[in-house]
């Protein structure tokens, strides 16, 4: 059987023997671990609505495009997500649709990292300052966050689940600052605090999670009916404290962070596709070059000229055994069981944004030959369609 490139995922590291560790961000924000990242970030919400008392119907704002689950953090605080599209062909909320989302209702500000590329978290500080909210960096996409290089969040998420930069098989964090600690322990102390300990089981679980990465695993994987990949929207109905084994995060933080940088091969094998109107998004969305050398990408995006392409990118590089997808697929308000709880609207630079995205792997069994495969397939979809363009206004 031949196999296939999963999309995403990163082994699960062993705990390795240490001193007590420190994690990098420790000079500016305390870590409590929590049961999962949608945990962490409903805590962060419920620190919003504390810090501002008085409103009554309280609102944060997260992208139009974006994780389900963020709406579930949100809600279960009972507070209201409210969208705000983005800037044309990037995953960054445009500053005038935050400017407008905010009103004397709003606690918070969710900024997303986006696949490694970080929100832009000097303009969005600036509105919160002026308003009184509380910014929060959702970093589960993104290792390491943005707010390490400068503290400007107020609180960070990081999520350690299967399909995320550091795969602990589950769990997350909420670094907050030191001096916010007041105002967080009361929270915290509500929530039930569970051990995760590494013992034999948790050893068989990582064994078997581990073999399904493989390219055999991950087909075996994709021909059974589960829905791998698909997008569904879960309400949040418990949050746990957690105990982890922290030289398991200590292990997950090296090997990412050790991991090779796909995308800095795909950047140059992909540039030809720029001439056909593609954009890719990790030159577009230039980051830091000191970040680029740090942050992990999650997977490599670009965005194709348009909906029909992208779909049919998506079909050959799948039978040609890459695991390429678009992500979420759609819009937050057209995902089922999210529109009952977000205001529907218009959201045009986001819709695109979704109808054009197509993300190939980067994790650690990308291998070279796998970005040239990915390369061909891309270049002569991409010439092809440019030489019928051609032919048709002939
Ligand atoms: C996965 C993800 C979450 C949720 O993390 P879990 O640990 O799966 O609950 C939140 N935000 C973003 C951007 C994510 O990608």
Known sequence: MRGKLRPVGSRVPMPIDHERPEFPW??????????????????????????????????????????????????????????????????????????KAVSSSTVAIVGVGFLGIPERFASLLRVCREHNLLLVEDSAQCFLPASLSDPMADCVVL?????????????????????????????????????RKTGLVWRLKRWMINLLL???????????????????????????RLQ?????????????????????????????LELFGWKLLTKTCKREPSELRRRFMLRYPVLAPSRDIRDRALRDLNAAGIGANALYGRILPDIKGVDAHVMAG??????????????????????????????????????????????DSA
């Open 26 to 99: 420790e000079s500016c924000y305390r870590t409590q671990f929590m049961g999962s990242g949608t945990e962490a970030l409903s805590v962060a919400i419920a620190l919003s609505v504390k810090l501002k008392p008085g409103v009554s119907s309280p609102e944060a704002i997260i992208p139009a495009y974006g994780c389900p689950d963020l709406v579930a953090a949100i809600i279960s605080q009972g507070v209201k997500p409210v969208l705000a599209d983005l800037k044309p062909d990037s995953p960054w909320m445009s500053a005038s649709a935050v400017s």
């Open 159 to 195: 999520s350690f689940g299967r399909g995320k930069p550091v795969n602990l098989m589950g769990g997350g964090a909420l670094l907050f600052r030191n001096d916010s600690t007041k105002a967080v322990e009361p929270l915290l102390a509500k929530y039930p605090l569970e051990l």
């Open 214 to 240: 493989g390219r055999t695993g991950y087909k075996v994987l994709e021909l059974l009916p589960l829905g791998i990949g698909e997008t569904h929207f879960h309400e949040l109905h418990e949050i746990r």
């Open 244 to 272: 982890i084994n922290e030289e398991l995060l200590t292990a997950g933080i090296q090997n990412c962070c050790s991991r090779p940088h796909a995308d800095v091969q795909y950047d140059s094998e992909l540039s030809e």
């Open 346 to 391: 218009s959201y045009p630079m986001a819709s695109d944004f979704a109808a054009r995205l197509l993300t190939l792997p980067t994790h650690e069994d990308v291998k070279v030959s796998d970005i040239a495969v990915a390369r061909d397939v891309l270049i002569a979809l991409a010439r092809h369609e440019s030489d019928s363009f051609k032919r």
